[in-house]
């Protein structure tokens, strides 16, 4: 479905260890509701952040916008084909995975996949747990290529290291304020409630919504010391990072 401010927030944790299967969220393209509707329930129980849209311009309008972390095309859309959007996104230099979904018998059509720079390409109908082990290979491979690094404008969370940044220098952050850093950038350019980051950042059950707005304004002295302010308080309702180039 597509991001709205009610939507749950994109989490960090499995248990007690951070978890998001990608970086970015997936980009879902297919025209049959029911379908998209499926593939976008199925992702979202394994823990990824979906985006799903019915026509093809939505796809190149929103890669322009926002990074993803995997795009899967359904091949037969009306308006322009799977075939056709994954053209258009490398030639525009979006490198992203490309998975296609088709009624198609494969042969020539999986061969034409591959020549447009796609990389795995599923019959319908198919099974949704075949579904997720492709869409899982594909993230990993993509994030592995690209490093387990969250960022937004210039502020950066290195999860292999556990370390944050700002311009490249490090931010002399406690592992709660990491946590609560990570929690803000997987949700950048919406504004989580204090019980939302509750949830997110600390684990145990005895938690003062107080304790967030303490942590959050450590965070944000912090981050602002080293550049233009990013951190956004909506008074009665939470917080939030937002790009800088996105207000310009």
Known sequence: MVRDMDEPPRTLRDGAKFHTPAQHPVLVLDDESA???????????AGYAV????AGW?????????????????????????????????????????????????????????????DDYLRKPFDLSELLARVDRLTARDAGERGDVLRCDDVEVDLSAVVARRGGTPLDLTPTELRLLEALIRNQGRILTRFQILELVWD?????????????????????ELGPPMVVTRRGVGYGIFSNRARR
Not at 51 to 54: I, K, L, N, P
Not at 74 to 88: A, I, L, Q, S, Y
Not at 93 to 98: A, E, H, K, T, W
Not at 206 to 219: E, H, I, L, Y
């Open 35 to 45: 379908i998209r509707d499926v593939v976008t329930a199925a992702l979202e129980r």
């Open 51 to 54: 985006e799903a849209v019915a």
């Open 58 to 118: 939505n796809v190149l309008t929103l890669a322009r916008m926002h990074p993803y972390s995997l795009f899967v095309l359904d091949v037969n859309v009306p308006d322009m084909t799977g075939f056709e959007v994954c053209e258009r996104l490398r030639q525009e230099g979006i490198d992203s995975p490309v998975m296609f979904l088709t009624a198609r018998d494969g042969g020539p059509d999986a061969a034409r996949a591959l020549r447009l720079g796609g």
């Open 204 to 224: 145990d059950d005895d938690r003062d919504p107080a304790m967030v707005d303490t942590v959050v304004s450590r965070v944000r002295r912090k981050v602002h």
